[in-house]
């Protein structure tokens, strides 16, 4: 065990050294909470913007910001110490289903692992280290109880202990529920009547209970809101989500080769040419050879099965395989059932390495003859090896954009006197804690750089009678676009790649608050309308399509910001009702031609009417309010 914790501390501490591991808001905003714990008393039960993602991380950040300072090294010791933690754990399941030699290979294997299994044990953003601890802790509790349960031992304090795992891993995550596949494999090809018992079932209850406490005792008080979660939300065509058939495709193209190393985190393509196809021979052995301890005869000729709870003992060794590949099987389903799951960054595939790495330390040691197993020693090395090396450097980098300092930025901040501004998610957060509160900073802007976590924050900025934006990139250019062709004053400086925005008038600053968006600056012939063709005659209560074209002359896209909805009028021009707001995807820049198929629905009562269809930028105004006129039609309603 000392070799392999030399081995994983020399290997995370590389891996951070060569800048592959970001401090990004993803981790500030953990950091912050951490900071509210320990500075404030509070004690949140989920991370910030979110109803699920339980407070662990950030409740063992309080102590050892407490120790040691509130900084990011402070942030990724305590992450690495996890990791550790999580290496050893999978050491001990390993070495309980197979034996001592597998288990040093799978530590091994997690210890040199694929980047991507570093890369998101060392950021976690709040839940997948600790959501995998406990997970593995979890499958060791339920080996123990098995063997005790084959011996026809009591196995109270162990039934107990997995039903405390279960309940705080569900806390943490509620890709959790993936553990009930492996438990009930398990249990249900031994003593199955001893783990349904009303005693071992209410002994486990009570365990759960107690474990996820604060997670039934926020939800109880919450409408249980966790359980609305995007995070379970099924993946339905409904919801724009590509058909089953592409996201199998993804599954193995991108989510399996990434976690087996053959591509590297956040890189296009194979890092080596044959490296997806080493990852996809990698992953066969491990099934091959799970499969093949599964259904192989008992070596033993005095057919003599062995003590339950020994490495030694076949049948625990086949139940133990089997428990273990029908984790491989069960948690890429559950990806594809949901809607959320993103293969490029395939963060909910992570509970697979539970079961990867003793998959590993099996087929090692079951190959024969023994060059081959040193082969397969050799391929493992270099996808791991190889995907660290090629791994992109993203420490000092904003969400993985452009380089920057994030303590230069915030002295030059502190230098200007700002204690309070607007500017995009991936610097609001870092901004504040690296400021340790001084500069309350608050997301905003186009897309995901107005993703709003820490409500106290924002309403500090809020405050501010007189705003600052703090932006760059896009955004940049969209706000000066806005106020040069509207002739709005401002003071602009630059520094460290961003632009600050200070001295805006105040129905500007007021019009972008409450906006919370850059408008789009639109100006008469900035938007022709090309085409609105539908029906004359809708009946009424009904939903009919209107298949619109529009051509735009701006020089910024659209934000997702801006709808396409529509405006019902009577014969008089006076107002009757709106529609609903149709988001739509469109990177168009200028001469570009938009086409949409807009739904609508005829909720008057019968008469004459004009239909409206115009474009909307959320929170500020229609397009027609701004001089561009929209598209107009006579439509009647019928009974």
Known sequence: MLLLVLVASASILTFDLRGRVPFTSDQSIISLIGLDILEHGKHPVFCYGSEYGGTLEPHLLAASFGLFGPTPRVFRITLAALVLALILAVWALTRRSFGEREALAAGLYLALG????????????????????LSALSLLFALRIDARLERAEKATIDTLALGGLLGAAWWVHPLSIFLGVPIAVLALSGKWRSWLSPRGLALLLGGFVVGDFPWWWHNARHGWASLKAPELAAATAAQGVDPLSDRFADLFRLGWNVVLGGRSTWTHGPWIAGSTLFAMAL???????????????????????????NPG??????????MLLSIVIAVPLLNLSIARTDFVDPRYLLPVYLALAPLFGLALFAIRPRPLACLLA???LVLNLGSQWTAPKLAGREGGRFDVDGSRLVAQLEARGVDSVYTSYWTAYRVAFLSRGKIAASPFGTSTNSYVRNLELQARVDANPRPRFLLTGGDRRRLTEYLERRGLPSRREMFEGYTLFSDLDAETAEHLRVCRCIP??????????????????VRQGATTTYAVRFRTHLLMPLSNNVHLSYRWRRADGSAATEGERLLFSSKAMRGATVEIVLPVVANL???????????????????????????????????
């Open 114 to 133: 694929p980047s991507f299994f570093l890369y998101k044990g060392l950021t976690s953003d709040g839940a997948y280290t600790s959501l995998l601890l």
């Open 283 to 309: 992953l066969a052995t491990l099934v091959g050879f799970a499969l093949r301890e599964i259904v192989r005869k008992n070596p033993d000729e005095s057919g003599n099965p062995g003590e339950p709870g």
């Open 313 to 322: 003992n076949h049948r625990d060794r086949r139940r133990s395989a089997a």
């Open 378 to 380: 050799a391929a493992a």
């Open 520 to 537: 789009a600056a639109v100006s008469p012939g900035d938007i022709d309308w090309l085409e609105a063709a539908g029906p004359e005659h």
């Open 605 to 639: 009562p019968p008469g004459r009417y004009r239909l409206v269809i115009d474009l909307v930028e959320e929170n500020f105004a229609w397009f027609e309010d701004l001089g561009l006129p929209p598209k107009a039609l006579d439509v009647i309603v019928d009974p």
